[in-house]
C-alpha cells in the first residue's frame, strides 16, 4: 500500500492502521499553497487542514450508509453548524455508483451521473458532475448548486476515487488502480498463488461479469462462493449459493453457533461457510462440489516430436507444447492454480491423404468423462467422441509418441500430478465419482493449428 505519492504539483501522504485500513490522507499543494486532508474513521469521512501534521478546522463531511451516504452540508463562510442530507446510490450490477440522488423540494434530483468504459474511465462531456449541496442557515433549507466536484469521491466498483493533485487512480483495500489504463500499478499480493493471471490484471480482465475483490483477486458475481440467508425462524430460510438454491431451511445450534440444514450433514453458517459430508464438529467449512477445470492456453511453452499415427511413414514431425493450467477452488473455498505441458496437435497419415496437421483447435469448453482407451489399454478422460486427455511422454522431445489430437499431459510423474490434484481438490474419493458429478470440465483456448514441420536430429 503507498504511503507517498510525489507529484509536480506537491505531495500526498497516507497512512493505515496494523490492518490496512486507510486513517490519513495528506495533502500538500505546492500550487496553491494549501494542506489539507481527509480522516476515515468509522465510515464518517472528515476534511481538515494541517500545519507540520498538527490537524486543525475538522469538518464531518458524510457518514456512509448501506445505501449510500448521510452528507454534512454546510452555509457559505465558516458557519460549522451543518445539517445532515440523505444521499442515495443508484448502482449497476457490479457496484459501480452511477447516480447520486436525493430530494429537493419534495421532488428528486440527480446531484451527479457517471457512465463508464468497462476498466473504469468515466465518459466525458455529457455526465460531468454539476452539482453539489448546500445549507441556508437563515431559511433553513438545503438545496443544490453548480459545482465541479462533489465531496464523495466513490464511483467505479465503489472505490474511492483519488483526485488530489490529479493522482488519477482508485483505491482498493490491499492497492491501486489506474483506471485509465484497466492495470493496478502494485504487483499482486497473492501472484504465487495464480500464476496464470498477470500481476497487474485487474479483476482477472472480466469486467462484465465479476468485480475485483479488495484488489486481491476476481470475483463472480453471479457464483461468487457467497450466499445470504433470508426468512425467519417461523416460516422456515430460503438459500442460494451459485445455481443451488435450499427452500423452508431449518437451523441448527453448533458450538454455540447457528448453522443452517441445507441437506444430510450439510450446515451452513455465514462465518465458516458450509459441508456436504462428515460429523456436525469437524466438517463445517467444507464447501459443496466445486469442478476443476483445465484450461489448455494459446500459449506455447516448448516442443514436442510425433510420430504419423496410425499409419507411420518413417517421418517424425515437430509439434508445439502448450500450458494447461488447472485452476478452481478446494474443499475449504481456497483458490488453487497449477501448470502443465501438453500435447495439443498431431499428425494423421493415411496412404491416400498423406500426413496432415490434426487436433481441437477451436475454443471450446467440454466436461470430461473417465473411460476406458481400447487402444492404450487403460483409463483416460474423455473429452468430446474420440479425443481424450491421457498421459503423454515423460521426455517429449526423445520420446515419439503417435499423436492425433489428444491432449498428452508431458513430463516425468505429471499425469499421476494431475490426477491427484483433481481428486484432492475436488473432495472426492475416485475419479468415477467425479466423471458421475461432472466436477472435471476442460476448456481449450483458440490456437491455430501450426505447420506441418519435419524434424531433423
Known amino acids: 500500500m503507498p504511503t507517498h505519492a510525489q507529484m509536480n504539483n506537491g505531495d500526498v501522504w497516507f497512512t493505515y492502521d496494523a490492518l490496512g485500513n486507510k486513517w490519513y490522507k495528506y495533502v500538500g499543494d505546492d500550487v496553491r499553497g494549501e494542506k ?8 464518517m469521512q472528515y476534511e481538515f487542514k494541517y500545519n507540520d501534521y498538527v490537524q486543525y478546522d475538522w469538518k464531518l463531511m458524510f457518514i456512509g450508509t448501506d445505501e449510500g451516504y448521510v452528507s454534512a452540508v454546510y452555509p457559505d463562510g465558516i458557519d460549522s453548524e451543518f445539517k445532515f442530507q440523505y444521499v442515495y446510490n443508484h448502482t449497476d450490477h457490479l457496484g ?3 447516480q447520486n440522488i436525493t430530494r429537493e423540494n419534495e421532488r428528486l434530483t440527480v446531484l451527479r451521473e457517471h457512465n463508464y468504459y468497462p476498466f473504469g474511465l468515466l465518459h466525458r462531456g455529457y455526465n460531468e458532475e454539476k452539482e453539489d449541496l448546500k445549507y441556508d442557515k437563515e431559511q433553513d433549507f438545503i438545496f443544490t448548486v453548480q459545482a465541479q466536484a462533489g465531496r464523495y469521491k466513490y464511483k467505479f466498483q465503489g472505490q474511492e476515487r483519488q483526485e488530489d493533485l490529479d493522482l488519477g487512480w482508485d483505491s482498493f483495500k490491499y492497492r491501486n488502480y489506474d483506471y485509465a489504463i484497466g492495470r493496478f500499478f502494485n504487483v499482486d499480493p497473492l501472484a504465487e498463488k495464480f500464476p496464470y493471471n498477470g500481476v497487474y490484471n485487474f479483476s482477472e480482465n472480466r469486467v462484465v461479469d465479476g468485480v475485483e475483490l479488495e484488489g486481491l483477486e476476481y470475483l463472480d458475481v453471479d457464483n461468487p462462493n457467497i450466499g445470504k440467508v433470508t426468512g425467519n425462524d417461523n416460516d422456515g430460510y430460503s438459500f442460494k449459493l451459485g445455481e443451488e438454491s435450499f427452500e423452508n431451511v431449518e437451523k441448527v445450534d453448533i458450538k454455540g453457533k447457528s448453522y443452517y440444514v441445507l441437506g444430510k450433514d450439510m450446515y451452513y453458517n455465514d ?3 458450509w459441508s456436504t459430508s462428515g460429523s456436525e464438529e469437524d466438517k463445517q467449512t467444507q464447501l459443496i462440489n466445486t469442478p476443476a477445470t483445465a484450461t489448455v492456453t494459446d500459449q506455447q511453452t516448448g516442443i514436442a516430436v510425433v510420430r504419423a499415427y496410425p499409419v507411420s511413414n518413417g517421418n517424425l514431425y515437430q509439434v508445439p507444447l502448450y500450458r494447461m493450467v488447472v485452476s478452481g477452488r478446494d474443499p475449504r473455498g481456497n483458490k488453487y492454480s497449477e501448470n502443465f505441458n ?5 499428425v494423421y497419415n493415411t496412404a491416400y491423404k498423406g500426413p496432415m496437421v490434426v487436433g481441437l483447435s477451436d ?3 467440454h466436461t470430461m468423462k473417465w473411460d476406458y482407451i481400447s487402444t492404450m489399454d487403460g483409463y483416460a478422460w ?6 481424450f486427455l491421457h498421459d503423454g511422454p515423460d521426455y517429449p522431445t526423445s520420446q515419439f509418441y503417435g499423436s492425433i489430437g489428444c491432449i498428452e499431459v508431458t513430463g516425468r510423474g505429471e499425469w499421476n500430478r494431475l490426477q491427484n490434484l483433481v481428486l484432492t481438490k475436488t473432495g472426492q474419493t475416485s475419479y468415477q465419482d467425479i466423471s458421475k458429478k461432472g466436477l472435471f470440465k476442460i476448456h481449450l483456448e483458440f ?3 501450426p505447420p506441418l514441420q519435419i524434424y531433423s536430429r
Open 271 to 273: 462465518d465458516n461457510g
Open 382 to 387: 474423455r473429452i468430446w467422441k474420440g479425443h
Open 447 to 449: 490456437a491455430p493449428r
Open 96 to 98: 459501480n455508483i452511477r
Open 342 to 346: 501438453v500435447i495439443r496437435f498431431g
Open 36 to 43: 489539507h486532508g481527509t480522516a476515515y474513521i468509522f465510515g
Open 363 to 365: 475454443d471450446q469448453t
